[in-house]
Each structure stands twice: as C-alpha cells, then as structure tokens.
C-alpha cells in the first residue's frame, strides 16, 4: 500500500510537470513536456538516469590520437573507464555542467590523456591511475590535493640546436645548462628524464620526470628489469639486467617483454638513481609538485592563507607551495596552504628523512617560476627546521644560469626560441687568477654594460680593499677618483714591448703627473720614452735612447696641423707646424753636432733645393720635394707637369744641357712667361745653363728667365 502511494506521488510528480520539454541543468535528464497525457519519461525512465548519475559506469574506447567529446548521456555516469591504445596525446572533452567523476585511465600506449572541458583546463591522468575529478562548469580540477599524483610531472626546456632530443628518448641538459640534449652512448648519468613531446633541434622539449611512459630501446627487453641508459644508440634506453646495477643511472623498470629493440613502456624513476650500496634505490628526493613557489620572504602566519597572491598565483586552501625565499633559511620548504594562519609542512616534505640534498620539486604556476625546477643544494646533514635550506632553479624559460659551489661556473644567456646559442660563455668564474673573465660572443656584442638608474648617485664601480676602503671608483657622472695618495697604471704583459699608462697623486693630492711611458728592464726595450704632464711643470718629453728620437708629431694630412703653438687671444697662432719629422726631407732643421734632430716639413719657403737628376720625355715638377729644381737634359722633354705648388709661393726651375746639347723643352699652357711661349724655352749650346724664376697663384707659374748662366 505504502509502495504504491509513494509510486503514485513520484508519477504526479512528473506528470503534472507544466513546463516545455527540456532536461536538468547537471545530470541532462529530460523532463517532461507539458500536458502530456503519457509521459514520455517514465518513473523507471527517471530512475535509471538518477541511477547512472550516482553509481553509472562506463567503458569507453579512445585509441588513437584525436580528442574525444563525450555526449551528455556518457558524460552522465559517475564512473569512466577510457581503453584503447593510444597513438598521441589526447584530451576527453566533458560537458562545462557541475558535475563529479571517477576517471580510470586504462590506455596503452605511453601517451598523456587529459580530461577537460571545451574551453577550460582540465587534469593529466596518467595510464594505470584512478582518480576523482570534479569539473566546476568552466575546468575540471582534483577533487583532493593528492591528486597530484595522478598528474604527469614534466619540465620544458629549449632543445639544443645541432644534435636536439630524441622523441621518447633520454634527455639530459647541456653544461650551460640551457639547452637539452639526447643522451650519449659514453653517458653513465645525467638524464633528467624522456622527452614525451617536442623533440628536435628546435622549439622546446617536454621532459617527463617520473611515472609512466615510454621509452626507446636499442635492444631486447624483459618486464620487471632495471633499464639504463644506452651504450649502443644515443638518447636510447637498454635492459640492465633483474639485478640492480653496481654502476650508472637507474632509469626505472621494463614493464614487457620483447624479443628485440623499439618503443616500450617503463616506470621511470625520478631524479638521478645510482647505486648507493645498498642495492636498491630511492625516490624521496622527487617530490609532488607544487602549484606556485615565492619570489620574496613572507610571514609564516600571514603571507600564505587562502587567498593571498604568491607570484601572480592567488592561493586556495590545499595548495602545496614552495617557499624557499625567507629571510630565516630553516622556514623554507614545502608547504600546504590552510584557510588561514600558518601552512603546514606537506606530509611528503615534514621529517628531516624526506628533506635531503638533492631535493627536487617542479612548479606549475606563476609568472616568475612557472614551469621550473627547482633543486635543495643544501648538504647533508639537514635537520629540517634547524638548518638553513637553499632552493636553486635549474631549468628556466628563456635563458638559463648556473652557480656552482665548486672550483669554477659559468653563466650564460640563451634565446628562448631558435637553435643559435648566444653568449654561450659569456661570464665565467675560476678558482685560479682571472676569477671572473667576459667574453663577447661576437664582435657585434658589447662584453660588458653597467646600466645605472635614471637617478643613480652612488658609484657605478668601486675597488675596496680588505678594510673597506675605497681605492678608486666611478662616478655615474663619468668621473674617476682615488681614495688618498695613490697611483693608478694600465701596464700590458708584454715583456718585449712593455707598455704603461698611470696617474700619480702628489703631496696630498695637490698635484698629479700623468705618464705614457713604454718602460722596460733593458734600455733596448725602452722605445718611445715617455710623456708625462705635470700640474706645475706642464708638459715634458723624455726620450729614453740614444738612437730613438725623444718625440716626433705627424698627421695623416699636409692640410691637417700636427703641431700648434696658440697664446691666450682667440684665434692668434703665433706658431704652425704642419708636419714635423726627423726622417724625410724638409727646409728647416734643428741639428746636434752636425746630426739632424728635427725638422719643419711642407713649408716651401725659398732656398729648398732639390736636385731631380736626369730628365727626358715625360716629366713631372713635385714642388714637395724642395721650392728650387735642377734637372740634367739628356734628351727632349716632350709634356711637363707641375704638382703642389701653393699660392704665394716662390719656385725656381734650373735646366742645364747634357754634353750633347740642342735638348728641348716646351713649356705647358700653366707656364705663364712674358710675350707668351713659343717653341723650345731652353738655350741650346751643350752645358748651357737656363734658370726660371716663378710665383704661383695655385693654378699657373708666372715666370722669368736667365738664359745661357753657367755661373746662377
């Protein structure tokens, strides 16, 4: 009777439902239309689908590569299963509806299927995990924080470009380390993980770190064995054998048997195993990962609680974070975030047995450390919330650094896409002497820039010595200064040709000397001597050898002055110089002894004499050679150029007749000659002398002649 009253209530239920057809917001159960006499869903109809919400099951192939959408009727059961073999990486699309799953991935072949909505986020499951999701009508999220474990933990990092990463090969980093690289068959250790998708010379690789998937074999395999890392084909894994191996990295463990080399499932450890002795290995340096990890120190009690912001992250009671930036060291660690107060330590990272060097724990968020890794370089032995722990990234995105704790390191700049490495060395640390040295890739690249804020007023360098006192600095001005009495020298490491440049402070700093001295142990390496300007004395020029001039002045033009002597009015030159040289022909000279020391070269001034030897046919007058030309005829002289001669300037030509005599010369149009030119302008008895005198308006000599002078 009871039965049949409730069976009668449910039915009026949905019988007098007075609304269009249409089904309920989660479940997508269709409701009744309105003024239906016989109801298209039944009582037993309404059951069944409360029934496959709450406790339904279902089975699902999803081999091959594409996403997968469910229909609302599949996505209605509580519980999926997904079987099949899988050719790539996939996504289950479930409908953006609130709603609970429990997702059993029981797929084969190594490849990641992810449960999400159309346009939302959703959660790697990894094959062989059951897993409770809840999809919140926009994502699809883990039901508990230990879902994490069910995720695939990956790092991305940009391939190297000439030799690259090897799809589901072995990987390990390069010694920048800033690029990955496949494995190589003399590698013993190393391999941070398998490259599950990405793998070339170009791009970025995904690294797995540990679970399930895929590697490639160079030979035979049998399930339940060690695999490590490939002798015989680079990036490859090889069977090590059912017993653990005495030497190398322990990848992880053969999931099958088969008969020769390819592509097979393995459990992959985590970070670095080798055998420690004791004839087995450990995972409890690996750790979950963590949503977010801090850039700053914060406060235990308040910093952390539910929805506070970590690196652009806002926090959710649950998160697991990293703090490793506290200013006391020993509160650094991973933590869980409560509601509100403090965080607790997570239960895989809260004992001093769990916390070791070595550590490793990836993060998956934040606009500073998203998607790195990050590595406990604090030694053995850690008591944890005594001693100081140190967190050290060792993968990023864009670029990459590393400090070593050792004898020597490097840092490096890297582009975060393309395969060129840039500045591959550009600082490098030594324990020997250069400590630090820096290197420009290429001759396009400034070595070194210190780059001061706008406002900057402290020094851009400063050179302390071990008391803390400055010897010298730079000023954001571009100025330089000593601390006190003090020299400062560029001297090079030549020993044959030494060479120095120094600033000497005198008496207290009221007076200086400024040297450029080439300074060596023998005199016969004491080249140039040495210039120094002093405060009082002005400007003095030392010559250190006895057969080396003290100091010459050149300039690489005759119209550019090389020496200019200027008293205190504007534009009075008392004195000018264009040239001064000790090795060439000149008009003035300075002598010791009858030894020419210096000379005045380029002034042109009357009574330079040059004798031009021999002439005939073709023949040029160079007035750079002297102002006064002789020349010897021994044959006609058929064209005739004159060169440099100034404006102003006063020239003579002498011509005197070999023994033969009756030699010609026509003069060109340039020669200016009073009457005009007319034939041959020389006398023509043999030893006959002709002498013309001339000024010069820069373009045409304007001449006189004495013809037939034995004695000019």
Same mark, same amino acid.
């Not at 099951?57 to 590569?65: D, I, N, Q, T």
């Not at 060395?425 to 324990?431: M, P, R, V």
């Given at each position: 009777m009871r039965r049949g009253i409730v069976l009668g209530i449910l039915f009026a239920i949905f019988a007098n439902l007075a609304m269009a057809q249409s089904t309920t917001t989660n479940l997508q159960i269709t409701k !009744?239309?309105?003024?239906? $006499?016989? !109801?298209?869903?039944?009582?037993?109809?309404?059951?069944?689908?409360?029934?496959?919400?709450?406790?339904?099951?279902?089975?699902?192939?999803?081999?091959?590569?594409s996403d997968v959408t469910l229909t609302a009727t599949e996505a209605r059961n509580a519980i999926h299963e997904y079987t099949g073999t899988l050719t790539g990486n996939i996504s289950v699309i479930v409908p953006a509806k609130n709603k609970v799953y429990l997702i059993y991935n029981n797929t084969s072949g190594a490849f990641t299927l992810t449960v999400?909505?159309?346009?939302?986020?959703?959660?790697?499951?990894?094959?062989?995990?059951?897993? @409770?999701?809840?999809?919140?009508?926009? %994502?699809?999220?883990a039901l508990n924080t230990s879902a994490s474990a069910a995720t695939t933990v990956t790092v991305t990092v940009t391939n190297e470009g000439s030799t690259g990463t090897l799809a589901n090969g072995l990987a390990k980093l390069t010694g920048a380390p800033s690029t990955a690289t496949r494995t190589a068959t003399s590698d013993t250790g190393g391999a941070v993980g398998i490259v599950t998708s990405g793998a070339g010379t170009s791009g970025s690789a995904t690294i797995q770190i540990a679970g399930l998937c895929s590697c490639v074999f160079s030979g035979a395999t049998t399930a339940g064995n060690y695999v490590l890392i490939s002798d015989a084909t680079a990036g490859n894994c090889k069977d090590g054998g059912s017993t653990y191996p005495t030497t190398g990295q322990v990848i992880g463990r053969v999931l099958s048997t088969n008969g020769s080399g390819g592509t097979y499932s393995i459990l992959l450890f985590g970070p670095e195993d080798r055998n420690s002795g004791s004839g087995g290995t450990t995972l409890v340096d690996f750790k979950d990962s963590v949503r977010v990890a801090t850039t700053t120190a914060g406060t235990l009690s308040t910093s952390f609680e539910n929805g506070d912001t970590v690196d652009g992250v806002t926090l959710a009671t649950g998160d697991r974070i990293l703090i490793k930036d506290q200013s006391t060291g020993s509160e650094n660690g991973i933590y869980v975030v409560a509601a509100s107060g403090s965080p607790a330590r997570s239960t895989d990272a809260d004992a001093s047995a769990e916390v070791t060097a070595g550590m490793l724990v990836a993060v998956n968020e934040g606009t500073t450390n998203g998607d790195k890794l990050f590595l406990l370089t604090t030694n053995d032995t850690i008591t944890l919330g005594s001693t100081s722990l140190t967190f050290t990234a060792v993968n990023s995105s864009g670029g990459s650094g590393t400090v070593n704790n050792g004898a020597s390191g490097k840092f490096a700049h890297y582009p975060s896409t393309g395969t060129t490495v840039d500045d591959a060395?550009?600082?490098?640390?030594?324990?020997s002497s250069p400590n630090v040295t820096v290197t420009a890739q290429n001759s396009t690249h400034v070595p070194l820039m210190i780059q001061l804020a706008a406002s900057q007023s402290a020094g851009a360098l400063e050179v302390k010595n071990s008391g803390g006192t400055t010897l010298y600095s730079l000023t954001p001005s571009g100025g330089f200064s000593t601390g006190g009495d003090s020299t400062i020298s560029l001297t090079s490491s030549s020993t044959t040709f030494p060479r120095k440049w120094q600033l000497t402070n005198v008496g207290s700093g009221?007076?200086?000397?400024? &040297?450029?001295?080439? &300074?060596?142990?023998?005199?016969?390496?004491?080249?140039?001597?040495?210039?120094?300007?002093?405060?009082?004395? @002005?400007?003095?020029?030392?010559?250190?050898? %006895?057969?080396?001039?003290?100091?010459?002045? &050149? /300039?690489?033009?005759?119209?550019?002055? $090389?020496? &200019?002597?200027? %008293?205190?009015? /504007?534009?009075?030159? !008392?004195l000018v110089a264009n040239a001064i040289s000790s090795t060439s022909v000149n008009t003035i000279e300075a002598q010791t002894n009858g030894t020419r020391v210096w000379a005045v070269r380029k002034s042109q001034s009357y009574g330079t004499h040059y004798s031009q030897g021999n002439v005939s046919g073709s023949v040029t007058f160079d007035f750079d050679n002297g102002n006064f030309i002789s020349v010897t005829v021994t044959g006609n002289i058929t064209s005739t150029t004159f060169s440099n001669h100034q404006a102003g300037g006063r020239y003579v030509l002498k011509f005197t007749q070999d023994g033969t005599g009756s030699r010609t010369w026509t003069p060109p149009t340039s020669f200016k000659y009073p009457g005009g030119v007319s034939g041959s302008m020389l006398s023509t008895g043999a030893g006959s002398v002709d002498v013309f005198i001339c000024d010069s308006d820069g373009t045409n000599l304007y001449c006189n002649g004495l013809f037939d002078v034995k004695n000019p």
């Open positions: !009744p239309q309105t003024g239906q $006499a016989q !109801p298209q869903v039944t009582i037993a109809t309404g059951f069944d689908n409360f029934d496959a919400a709450i406790a339904g099951r279902l089975s699902k192939s999803v081999a091959g590569s999400k909505t159309a346009s939302g986020t959703g959660i790697a499951v990894t094959q062989g995990q059951r897993v @409770g999701l809840y999809c919140d009508a926009t %994502n699809v999220v060395d550009g600082l490098n640390y030594s324990a009221t007076a200086f000397r400024w &040297e450029f001295e080439s &300074e060596g142990t023998a005199l016969a390496n004491r080249e140039a001597g040495k210039l120094q300007l002093f405060a009082r004395y @002005g400007i003095k020029l030392v010559g250190t050898r %006895n057969s080396t001039s003290a100091a010459s002045f &050149e /300039t690489g033009s005759s119209s550019d002055h $090389a020496v &200019e002597i200027v %008293n205190g009015a /504007t534009g009075v030159i !008392p």
